[in-house]
């Protein structure tokens, strides 16, 4: 329900939180889900907050979208447990320190934009900041730089199947390359 859509009537209904009425008619007050009560008959919206549900050491998927020298920055697609999405698709960033444990010479050879990570959130208010430093985080999915082929892991480096590039990450153990965001641990690989 978006604010200003139609409910019901207040012959139907009564209303509720996050409404209001108009000439006879209820009307969503905010962004949210509809609610009748069936005791009573009121309708309310509950709202859908914007701002996401996450919290620090949250696993969570993102994808970079832009790798400049001091920080990677990523949209934040789901939370990793449940995969359950993260409402507005947040921007979160992972600075050059927190990419992998030790020095990082340059970010570029760590990430590039289309990578899909996995990330633990450091910081969520009031901007989201992740870590891959971890063995467990870093790059999950990625394509080949050339010919944008889904690069297939060999021992530390990538490969491409289709053109043999190959390439370096800063890879998460887990790494499947699959595409997206894996909708469950046993799901078909593309090829
Ligand atoms: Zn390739």
Redesign the pocket.
Known sequence: MLPGDLLGTAEEFVPGRGTYEDHGRIYAALMGHRHVDPRDRAVRVDAIHAIPNLGEDDLVYARVDEVKSAMAVCTVLSLASGRRGVPGAPEGTVHISKAKEGYTESLSEEFQPGDLLLARVLQSVPTVKLSTATANLGVVSAR?Q??H?LLERTGQELA?P??G?RERRKLAHGYTGLHGVPPSADAPHPH
């Open positions: 080949c050339v010919c082929g491409c289709r053109c590039n």
